[in-house]
């Protein structure tokens, strides 16, 4: 199902300031050879994450799901002085990848890759977050939101990706493990007394989570 206009998407990408060169060079690169490009968060939604890093100037984020780093790159202009960006990636291929991009970028040092599963890695980096990223494997979205939400500072913000999930999460019934499991993680957030959120249709849809 398509649930963004692609004329429209790429009116905002259009007036939107452009990536920067790294950036532009990540996209076309994994445009080209990765057959999960479409993973990609892309020139709109990584000016997303980019302004709204800057405007919380986090100490410490934690991303789940590197992919190829675009995100992460696209995070860490926000960062306070000093701050650091942990970010956690299962796949040894897309973890040598991004840390190749992490080299080329002026957030080098701030970027902190950890290769493996981020269910049993993330509980012994012993950090409390300002902002969480979360982008990994759909079926696993409670579990990953219900291990860092006590991580999370008070305030802080939860950002999670693919949350229409291509559209699948408005199909009656629901068909797909992960359609299935996107939609008990957004109702499960929906009735999450500690939080307030907002779902919007950005990309495939992007949910912002603000712990009370």
């Known amino acids: 199902m398509e649930i963004i206009n692609p004329k429209a998407e790429s009116y905002c990408q259009r007036l939107s300031t452009p990536s920067d060169q790294l950036l532009q060079e990540i996209e076309t690169y994994t445009l080209q050879h990765h057959p999960h490009a479409r993973m990609l968060?892309?020139?709109v939604q990584g000016k997303l994450l980019e302004m709204f890093s800057t405007m919380i100037r986090p100490q410490r984020i934690l991303e789940i799901g590197t992919f190829?780093?675009?995100?992460?790159l696209c995070?860490?202009?926000?960062?306070a002085a000093g701050g650091k960006l942990h970010?956690?990636?299962?796949?040894k291929e897309d973890a040598a990848?991004?840390?190749k991009h992490f080299s080329k970028s002026l957030y080098d040092k701030q970027i902190i890759l950890h290769e493996g599963d981020a269910l049993t890695l993330v509980g012994d980096l012993r950090e409390t977050w300002d902002l969480i990223f979360l982008d990994a494997d759909k079926v696993n979205y409670i579990n990953y939101y219900e291990l860092t939400l006590p991580l999370l500072r008070k305030g802080g913000f939860m950002l999670a990706d693919n949350v229409l999930f291509h559209g699948e999460v408005l199909e009656d019934p629901l068909k797909g493990k992960n359609a299935k499991a996107i939609h008990a993680f957004n109702q499960h957030v929906a009735d999450d007394n500690r939080t307030e959120q907002v779902l919007i249709t950005v990309r495939d849809g992007l949910l912002f989570i603000q712990k009370k």
Do not use: C, H, N
């Open 75 to 79: 995070l860490a202009k926000g960062l």
């Open 87 to 91: 970010t956690v990636e299962i796949r």
């Open 97 to 99: 990848l991004s840390r």
């Open 68 to 72: 190829v780093g675009y995100s992460a």
């Open 41 to 43: 968060s892309g020139p």
